[in-house]
Every structure is written in C-alpha cells, then in structure tokens.
C-alpha cells in the first residue's frame, strides 16, 4: 500500500510559480510511474503531468507543456511539480496519482491509477 500526501499548493498571481511535492510513503513508489492531475470546479478531473519510474518519459497536457515541469527523486520517495508562468485557468485543485501499470496508454486515465492524495489548492488570481 502506499500513501500519498502533496504539500506546496497557495495562491499565486498569474505569471508567478509555484512548486507541488508528494510525498510518497513505500517502497513500491520507485516502480510507479507517477502524476498529476487536477480538477477545477465543475469540471472533470484532468491530466498534467507524468514521469516514468526512473524519469525517463516523460508527458505533458498541451496546456501546460513549457510552463510545468515534473521530476522525482526516488532516494526521497518524492514527485515535485514545478509550475511557471502561471495563469488563472491553472486554479484546481492538483491531485498527486500513482500508477501501478507500465501501459503507457494508461498514463492519460484517471481511472487506472492505483493511489491518489487528497489534493492541495492551487489558486492563481488575475
């Protein structure tokens, strides 16, 4: 079983950054690929981010693809998520997601991940 806690969610003004972490608790972390997601109000929950096991692949939503940049660390058992340029359709909430499969058609599917955080609010004012 593993544990997912994100820290680092705020307010922001459009064009600032912000830097996500999950924090992941198992071994079994260093073998998932991980993610984010996030979801605005009254809308579905959708996909940002990704990053392999050992960082080797990587993939971006067209909306933040140059602004957003994933990494892990995995003697840390932690995913960051480092957002630039933010901008006011950015505000959701971000969801951290650790996916057991290495199907990569997978990676894009909120519903074939294994383990979810409960979230931190990222909010960017105008």
């Known amino acids: 079983q593993v544990q997912l806690v994100e820290s680092g969610g705020g307010l922001v003004q459009a064009g600032g950054s912000l830097r996500l972490s999950c924090a992941a608790s198992?071994?079994?972390?260093?073998?998932?690929?991980m993610a984010w997601f996030r979801q605005a109000p009254g809308k579905e929950r959708e996909f940002v981010t990704a990053?392999?096991?050992?960082?080797?692949?990587?993939f971006y939503a067209d909306s933040v693809k140059d602004r957003f940049t994933i990494s892990r660390d995995n003697t840390k058992n932690t995913v960051y998520l480092q957002m630039n340029s933010l901008k006011p359709e950015d505000t959701a909430v971000y969801y951290c997601a650790g996916l057991t499969t290495a199907q990569e058609m997978a990676v894009f599917d909120p519903g074939r991940y294994a383990y979810w955080g409960q979230g931190t609010q990222v909010t960017v004012s105008s």
């Open positions: 990053i392999s096991w050992n960082g080797g692949r990587l």
């Open positions: 198992g071994r079994a972390f260093i073998t998932y690929t």
